[in-house]
């Protein structure tokens, strides 16, 4: 599904990424961990071109990001991005913020779409919320409604950058749960975040990174019991 | 009182009919000047934000040269000296909107810009995540946004630019500060006259910011 082939992503003399190879098959929860600066976001958007790669490759559904002749925004329709500071729309209601893509991309009349946005907002469990606007919402409404607008889209592949890493503590629970549920449900997600308990229950794999090079990657229960590089381990002692 | 002053309340009233036949061309033309002006603003604004270096400085050379100079010499250059350039007069009601729309529109393409500029980087970044092209994601995304920021500042452009329809007296286009000096030459009566015609002029601005108040408050700015 997404396959990256020796990345390297520099910002003017900073190098961020330094020859990532990783490979995420048809419905497999990724999880990429790392300390700060250690360019798992920079990675992450790089799989939907919200960052230029410098070289390497990334193929997405078989489509080269790169490849002028690929159309973009079909991509970025194929790998749904929810971002740490949610980035709801705030002069649209939830449902408006979810059925922007489907009528302007996806060209579905209004009628249709309204009815495909109020069954995601059910799905994320704010059926209720359909009309309120995001300023009105906390923010782990306001991240379900993000993950309902990227799902209008019907994405193969979902991608979260921190999607908790903003939220009160009492909020971080209701986020994990939808993505959970959507971990069970086959979607092919990559998921940067420290949640260590998201990552032992539905990840397939953990990556570590550090220092724009993937350390170690492994079954969450093997890297979190018995992490073999060093710094995985600093890492993950100062986590838990 | 030696001078032999002697104010006239009746003078004033007797104006007023005149008077607000002026004030209806100086509404038209600041209305007329400032859509003008919204439009050159925004396409100007947008220009200077734009990727492209050679539009950037088109841009800016726009805002510059129309801030760096004074009004009435671009009145007077419209009317005066372009009719001589293209050969064919310029009727005063065009000039004087084609001079409020150039000025005013180099001001507001800075408010066009700074508003554009202060909508956060992660909005353009969702728009074009949820597959939307560049252009729909200003369109549909950014803009809604960046003109709700924009309604304090335009608001006070428009009170600029009304009261800078004033110099327009000098194309004689008949509105009120014209009116005013006509009503003068064959009254004599300066003092009453120019007192109406200022209290009108804040008639008009004092309503403008009522508008605009009730607006912010609405729409929570």
Redesign the interface.
Known sequence: MIEIRNLYKRFGDLEVLKGIDLNVSSGEVTVIMGPSGSGKSTLLRCINRLEEITSGAVIVDGYDVMDPATNINFIRTEAGMVFQQFNLFPHMTALGNVTLGPTKVRKMNRAEAEALGRELLDKVGLRDKADVYPDHLSGGQKQRVAIARSLALKPKVMLFDEPTSALDPELVGEVLEVMKQLGREGMTMVVVTHEMGFAREVADRVIFMDEGVIIEENTPAEIFSNPRHERTQGFLSKVI | MGSGFDFKVSVMWESVPLLLTGMKLTILITVMGLLVGFILGTVFGLMKISRSLFMRKLGGFYVESIRGTPLMVQVMFIYFGLPLAIGMRVPPMLAGVAAIGVNSGAYIAEIVRGAFQSI?R??T?????????HL?TLY??IW??AL?RMIPALGNQFIISLKDTSLLVVVGVGELTRTGQEIIAGNFRAFEVWLTVAIMYFAMTMSIAKVLNILERKLEI
């Open positions: 956060e992660g909005q970044e969702a728009g074009r995540s949820i597959g939307l092209t729909q549909y995304v809604p946004q709700k």
